[in-house]
């Protein structure tokens, strides 16, 4: 059974920093593209970043580029998200996922996703 389990969210205020960790079990972890999406209050997830198997190919959303960062570590199986210059927008929970491909990801047509880890940015 595929397992993602996120960690490293909290409160910071504006112009801080976190980075996100996901820590991946049940599959050949270094196989699969893995991503992270948000879902703000009152709205829908949307995508945040993705990273296909290898770590070198990236994809962002338009909204953190520049102040996120997603790499990964196949010897760990684990996922990260550096948050830099941190904005209230960007409070959110916060979604690991994992898919076949980097593009299904960004699509959203991913196969797992783990619980989420609060992210609150204040102003």
């Known amino acids: 059974q595929v397992q993602l389990v996120e960690s490293g969210g909290g409160l910071v205020q504006a112009g801080g920093s976190l980075r996100l960790s996901c820590a991946a079990s049940?599959?050949?972890?270094?196989?699969?593209?893995m991503g992270w999406f948000h879902r703000a209050p009152g709205k829908e997830r949307e995508f945040v970043a993705a990273?296909?198997?290898?770590?070198?190919?990236?994809y962002y959303a338009d909204s953190v580029k520049g102040r996120f960062t997603i790499s990964r570590d196949n010897a760990k199986n684990t996922v990260y998200l550096q948050m830099n210059s941190l904005k209230p927008e960007d409070t959110a929970v916060y979604y690991c996922?994992?898919?076949?491909?980097?593009?299904?990801?960004?699509?959203?047509?991913?196969?797992?996703w783990g619980q989420g880890t609060q992210v609150t940015v204040s102003s």
């Open positions: 996922t994992t898919g076949f491909r980097i593009d299904e990801i960004r699509s959203g047509r991913c196969d797992y």
């Open positions: 990273i296909n198997w290898s770590g070198g190919l990236t």
């Open positions: 049940g599959r050949t972890f270094s196989s699969y593209a």
